[in-house]
């Protein structure tokens, strides 16, 4: 089966830098994607690593080390309105399936204070 | 461009009832996924489709959970009777293909009283 830790509550300065772990247990791993999601609202797109490295995304980085089964977000400049919950899901899936699936880890609820 | 499309976005209804909730993809989008979304937990996939075909059914509790995609577009998911522990967000998702990336609608919040 598949599984996602990361941690449940993070805390931060706005301005400041913070980083959210990921690490997960997967068959068929083909990449790890990052979402964002305000209360009550849907699920937002904010990255896919399916190498190893770092991808940047304006003021949002993302890593991946596949080798560690290990991920993590960064946020950078942090403002108020960056304030969500951030999820990391695993794209796995098997050879020649034309297709994936998306598990999810719990989420992260990150809150950004003045 | 606009995003998925989901109604109603909030539902009360008592225990044994049926609820039914709707789904408009994005545009030429030819996969659409239904997922539930627990409090504090991410969102777990019920249903996946391409198409008019359900590909992927497998986490779909088939005895009170029925979904269709009649035409390949719009989806209905409807579950009957409803039970307390169904609250929750039921979140639709759509994508041009089978691999591409998922953009998720608003959900809908069901509560079970």
């Known amino acids: 089966g598949q599984s996602l830790e990361q941690p449940s509550e993070v805390t931060a300065v706005e301005g400041a830098i913070v980083q959210i772990n990921c690490t997960y247990q997967t068959s068929g791993f083909y990449g790890l994607s990052w979402y964002q999601q305000h209360d009550g609202g849907a699920p937002t797109f904010l990255s896919y690593n399916a190498l190893d490295g770092l991808e940047e995304t304006g003021r949002f980085s993302s890593f991946l080390s596949r080798s560690d089964s290990y991920g993590y977000l960064l946020l950078q400049e942090l403002q108020m309105k960056d304030s969500a919950s951030y999820f990391c899901a695993v794209r796995s899936g098997y050879s020649g399936a034309g297709s994936y699936q998306l598990t999810f880890g719990k989420g992260t609820k990150l809150s950004v204070i003045p | 461009e606009a995003g998925v499309v989901q109604s109603p976005r909030y539902k009360i209804i008592e225990k044994k009832q049926p609820v039914a909730f709707w789904c408009n993809p994005i545009?030429?989008?030819?996969?659409l996924y239904w997922y539930r979304q627990n409090l504090g937990q991410g969102p777990e996939l019920l249903i996946r489709?391409?198409?008019?075909?359900?590909?992927?059914d497998s986490q779909l509790p088939k005895d009170r959970f029925s979904a269709e995609r009649l035409k390949g577009v719009d989806s209905t998911l409807k579950i009957q009777p409803a039970e307390l522990g169904d609250s929750a967000v039921y979140l639709c998702a759509s994508s041009h293909s089978p691999v591409g990336e998922q953009y998720f609608g608003p959900g809908t919040r069901l509560t079970v009283t």
């Open positions: 545009s030429g989008h030819n996969t």
């Open positions: 489709y391409e198409n008019e075909e359900a590909v992927d």
